[in-house]
T-cell receptor, first 114, second 109 residues
Framework: KAGVTQTPRYLIKTRGQQVTLSCSPISGHRSVSWYQQTPGQGLQFLFEYFSETQRNKGNFPGRFSGRQFSNSRSEMNVSTLELGDSALYLC?????????????FGPGTRLTVL | KNEVEQSPQNLTAQEGEFITINCSYSVGISALHWLQQHPGGGIVSLFMLSSGKKKHGRLIATINIQEKHSSLHITASHPRDSAVYICAVVSGSARQLTFGSGTQLTVLP
């Protein structure tokens, strides 16, 4: 089976712009979660989608949003980018979700905001 | 106080040594994950636990729900085990992952 893929792998944006990141889960997986990793805050949970529904959301402002399509692919969007949004954004997929089985992580998208 | 505390933050060992990394948490959880992150960012899931003990090759993970504590053991450590090991808990009804700050392990040949 192909692993979790994320596109793009690297992205450079300027303050005020918006960005959309994409995540394709392992075939058959219905849960997709998104995470932000920064040197200062470490790994933080953004949100989880299951069968096109957001099941839970972490403590991030409304500028961070996401969605999941019927084929389980997921996108996350960050609007009005700030310098502090520079981070590695990771997605992970699993069959049933965070408390039910192991998470399979993608390679991440490294976002730089100038 | 963070909800998830890991110790030690940094660990240097000689090849072949037995290694233990600890994770303590302060909230009710439904599951706990151990993750491994190599330089460059790639994260691999090692274990997901809700009770007891799991073993995979040279890796063993245990969890004590009553004491809110989990340990990750590596037997016969090898330089390729050098990585950051991260503990993450799934909080009860919140169903979101809260991460520890990680343990940087370096195994010297």
């Amino acid at each position: 089976k192909a692993g979790v893929t994320q596109t793009p792998r690297y992205l450079i944006k300027t303050r005020g712009q918006q960005v959309t990141l994409s995540c394709s889960p392992i075939s058959g997986h219905r849960s997709v979660s998104w995470y932000q990793q920064t040197p200062g805050q470490g790994l933080q949970f953004l949100f989880e989608y299951f069968s096109e529904t957001q099941r839970n959301k972490g403590n991030f402002p409304g500028r961070f949003s996401g969605r999941q399509f019927s084929n389980s692919r997921s996108e996350m969007n960050v609007s009005t980018l700030e310098l502090g949004d520079s981070a590695l954004y990771l997605c992970a997929s699993s069959s049933w979700g965070l408390q039910d089985d192991e998470q399979f992580f993608g390679p991440g998208t490294r976002l730089t905001v100038l | 106080k963070n909800e998830v505390e890991q110790s030690p933050q940094n660990l240097t060992a000689q090849e072949g040594e037995f290694i233990t990394i600890n994770c303590s948490y302060s909230v009710g959880i439904s599951a706990l994950h151990w993750l491994q992150q190599h330089p460059g960012g790639g994260i691999v899931s090692l274990f997901m636990l809700s009770s007891g003990k799991k073993k995979h090759g040279r890796l063993i993970a245990t969890i004590n729900i009553q004491e809110k504590h989990s340990s990750l053991h590596i037997t016969a450590s090898h330089p390729r085990d050098s990585a950051v090991y991260i503990c993450a808990v799934v909080s009860g009804s919140a169903r979101q992952l809260t991460f520890g700050s990680g343990t940087q392990l370096t195994v010297l040949p």
